[in-house]
């Protein structure tokens, strides 16, 4: 039986490290940064639904290049926190819909790959993230910036999005954490939470976050080199 999936796109977020400017707005390769977030995900033929969660004053009057993209996107006001914006995306998933993928706006390089990757390893109760080894050795430190320990590289891993999960177990998990509140920049670490299990799959060095300018830079040379 074919798997049928649905996307969470958090979108909402201020873009305060990019001095301001809302980064899944600005242009990459000639389009806005979001639609190359989104357009991997329409391509691929599991998914049915890709719900974006923008600031709630952009939901509001959403741009026009957004609401002509595909008849498939629906778009929700977003929350304070990415949590909160990742909560109410996942309201309007469809009912029918088996695993959702949750995927950061900021994130515009995924490929197919990647996505049917984490795809073929969600199961009941089981949710999938992928991630890519950890290349330099990482210090832990305390509060005075005393190293404290250093872990052992070989078992770190960097996680990236889309995290893969069966739609009852990470909604619970949501639904869960606003009774407790509590705030996770991560899906995965509140289904680890609440007792589900989480698997890594194979990410990719290209998947890069675009957090700063120079990450901007990054990926449209990435962008460029793939078009040749």
Same mark, same amino acid.
């Given at each position: 039986?074919?798997?049928?999936?649905?996307?969470?796109?958090?979108?909402?977020?201020?873009?305060?490290?990019?001095?301001?400017?809302?980064?899944?707005?600005?242009?990459?390769?000639?389009?806005?940064?979001?639609?190359?977030?989104?357009?991997?995900?329409?391509?691929?033929?599991?998914?049915?639904?890709?719900?974006?969660?923008?600031?709630?004053?952009?939901?509001?009057?959403?741009?026009?290049?957004?609401?002509?993209?595909?008849?498939?996107?629906?778009?929700?006001?977003?929350?304070?926190?990415?949590? @909160?914006?990742? &909560?109410?995306?996942? %309201?309007?998933? =469809?009912?029918?819909?088996?695993?959702? !993928? /949750?995927? *950061? $706006?900021? #994130?515009?390089?995924?490929?197919?790959?990647?996505?049917?990757?984490?795809?073929?390893?969600?199961?009941?109760?089981?949710?999938?993230?992928?991630?890519?080894?950890?290349?330099?050795?990482?210090?832990?430190?305390?509060?005075?910036?005393?190293?404290?320990?250093?872990? @052992?590289?070989? &078992?770190?891993?960097? %996680?990236?999005? =889309?995290?893969?999960?069966?739609?009852? !177990? /990470?909604? *619970? $998990?949501? #639904?869960?954490?606003?009774?407790?509140?509590?705030?996770?920049?991560?899906?995965?670490?509140?289904?680890?939470?609440?007792?589900?299990?989480?698997?890594?799959?194979?990410?990719?060095?290209?998947?890069?976050?675009?957090?700063?300018?120079?990450?901007?830079?990054?990926?449209?040379?990435?962008?460029?080199?793939?078009?040749?």
């Amino acid at each position: 039986m074919s798997v049928r999936a649905a996307v969470v796109i958090a979108a909402g977020g201020a873009g305060r490290r990019m001095g301001g400017s809302r980064k899944q707005y600005l242009t990459l390769a000639g389009e806005p940064l979001l639609v190359h977030s989104i357009r991997p995900f329409l391509a691929h033929p599991a998914v049915a639904s890709v719900v974006v969660a923008l600031p709630p004053e952009d939901a509001a009057a959403p741009p026009d290049w957004l609401v002509r993209l595909d008849p498939r996107v629906v778009i929700v006001p977003g929350g304070e926190e990415r949590g @909160d914006s990742v &909560r109410r995306g996942l %309201a309007r998933v =469809p009912a029918d819909a088996d695993v959702v !993928l /949750i995927h *950061d $706006a900021a #994130r515009p390089l995924v490929d197919r790959a990647t996505i049917d990757r984490v795809l073929a390893a969600v199961r009941p109760g089981v949710g999938a993230v992928p991630a890519v080894a950890v290349g330099d050795t990482i210090k832990e430190v305390d509060e005075e910036g005393r190293v404290v320990a250093t872990p @052992d590289r070989r &078992r770190l891993r960097r %996680a990236q999005t =889309p995290q893969g999960f069966p739609c009852g !177990l /990470i909604s *619970d $998990a949501y #639904r869960r954490a606003a009774a407790d509140g509590v705030v996770a920049t991560d899906d995965a670490a509140l289904v680890e939470r609440y007792n589900g299990t989480v698997v890594v799959v194979e990410g990719s060095a290209e998947n890069i976050k675009v957090t700063s300018p120079a990450d901007l830079a990054v990926a449209e040379a990435l962008l460029v080199r793939r078009r040749r």
